[in-house]
Nanobody, 123 residues
Framework: QVQLVESGGGLVQAGGSLRLSCAAS????????MGWFRQAPGKEREFVAA????????YYADSVKGRFTISRDNAKDAVYLQMSSLKPEDTAVYYC????????????????WGQGTQVTVSS
């Protein structure tokens, strides 16, 4: 089992920045692909970014490429999402997930999820 706890969400104006954190505990964190997903009201959960177990490879949704950066610190069992140039359409609950599959794992291939953290971007 892997337990995931997100933090760092909040209210920010358009153009601002936020840094989300996800703390992991349980099984060996460093063996998992880690990802961030988000879910806006009335919409399905969508992929945002993923990072390989080593941190050497990353993958982003087109909608956030160039604005968001995913990183991880295996010594601290943590993964981060630095979000810049935020837009109102980035408003959602952001979830951290852990997958035993590859960097390009689909949503259903994620084995563990956190409870989510709310990000609200005002215009």
């Amino acid at each position: 089992q892997v337990q995931l706890v997100e933090s760092g969400g909040g209210l920010v104006q358009a153009g601002g920045s936020l840094r989300l954190s996800c703390a992991a505990s349980g099984r060996i964190f460093s063996t998992y692909t880690m990802g961030w997903f988000r879910q806006a009201p009335g919409k399905e959960r969508e992929f945002v970014a993923a990072i390989s177990w080593s941190g050497g490879s990353t993958y982003y949704a087109d909608s956030v490429k160039g604005r968001f950066t995913i990183s991880r610190d295996n010594a601290k069992d943590a993964v981060y999402l630095q979000m810049s140039s935020l837009k109102p359409e980035d408003t959602a609950v952001y979830y951290c997930g852990a997958s035993s599959a590859t960097l390009y794992a689909k949503k259903y291939e994620y084995d563990y999820w956190g409870q989510g953290t709310q990000v609200t971007v005002s215009s």
